[in-house]
Nanobody, 120 residues
Framework: QVQLVESGGGLVQPGGSLRLSCAASGVIDRLVSMGWYRQAPGSERELVAYITVYGTPQYGDSMRERFSISRDVASNAVHLQMNNLQTEDTGVYYC??????????????WGQGTQVTVSS
């Protein structure tokens, strides 16, 4: 079973930047997309951004202005550049990979999550 390993979270002041990385431990067969979701305390998990196997990025509501997703095909990794971070960006950020199983069902792999805290 391929695992997703996140890195790059931490504490940052408002207006600061962070770069999150997610590396897959191996090749994910029939990959559809890799991306990021986040969950703030007391809130539901929401989409931040994902990028398809064709390199097409998609962003959640209001994410495109300050966040940018990219991928490194050679290393099976995706990166999330987050700029001008605000306190409402605080939460746990989860890496996600979607892929088709042998029965064509769409499956998901989740990382353990990395904490991002924006505070002065």
């Amino acid at each position: 079973q391929v695992q997703l390993v996140e890195s790059g979270g931490g504490l940052v002041q408002p207006g600061g930047s962070l770069r999150l990385s997610c590396a897959a431990s191996g090749v994910i067969d029939r990959l559809v997309s890799m991306g990021w979701y986040r969950q703030a305390p007391g809130s539901e998990r929401e989409l931040v951004a994902y990028i398809t196997v064709y390199g097409t990025p998609q962003y959640g509501d209001s994410m495109r202005e300050r966040f940018s997703i990219s991928r490194d095909v050679a290393s099976n990794a995706v990166h999330l550049q987050m700029n001008n971070l605000q306190t409402e960006d605080t939460g746990v950020y989860y890496c996600n990979a979607k892929h088709f199983g042998p029965d064509t069902a769409l499956n998901e792999i989740w990382g353990q999550g990395t904490q991002v805290t924006v505070s002065s």
